[in-house]
């Protein structure tokens, strides 16, 4: 018996999604505090679980069949504009999450962290929206 993508990878996708936002937090909180090496494990667990994110998701989106928002009303522009910053903002802020690691993992810590202050924000806000579309699309408006 194999696996429906259709209905499975979305909240596989969903759950790799919120892991993602709790290393993120996680890691943010350690280097607020000083803890170097724990930020490094959160923001390498944070990049590898969002990779995977990836890779799930191009899956499903090669593989399943569209799904339509069910929303009416009001809710459906708020669903729009949440899902068209989320994809814009989740293309912009992947080529500066790899050099934020890129120059982290050189060492160049200083331009590190001048980029990471704007990263940090754009893959949070995508972390959050990705959750809250997922949980509009399949969980409040089926």
């Known amino acids: ?3 429906d993508t259709a209905n ?6 969903a759950i790799l999604n919120a892991t993602a936002l709790g ?5 943010f909180t350690f280097i607020r505090a000083g803890r170097r090496d724990l930020h490094k494990r959160a923001m390498l667990g944070a990049v590898a679980t969002s990779a995977l994110f990836l890779v799930f998701y191009l899956l499903y989106h090669f ?7 069910r929303g009416t009303g009001t809710v459906r522009p708020i669903y729009y504009v ?3 910053s989320h994809v ?19 060492g160049t810590f200083d ?19 990705g959750i809250i579309v997922y949980l509009m699309l399949y969980h409040l408006y089926i």
Not at 63 to 69: D, E, K, L
Not at 111 to 127: E, F, Q
């Open 23 to 27: 290393f993120l937090v996680a890691g």
């Open 82 to 84: 949440l899902l068209i």
């Open 88 to 106: 814009v903002l989740a293309a912009a802020v992947t080529p500066m999450v790899a050099v934020v690691l890129f120059r982290a993992l050189r």
């Open 111 to 129: 331009s590190h962290r001048r980029i990471a202050r704007w990263t940090l924000p754009i893959w949070l806000y995508v972390s959050v929206t």
């Open 63 to 69: 593989t399943a069949p569209i799904f339509v928002f």
């Open 1 to 3: 018996m194999g696996m």
């Open 8 to 13: 499975t990878l979305p909240h596989v996708t």
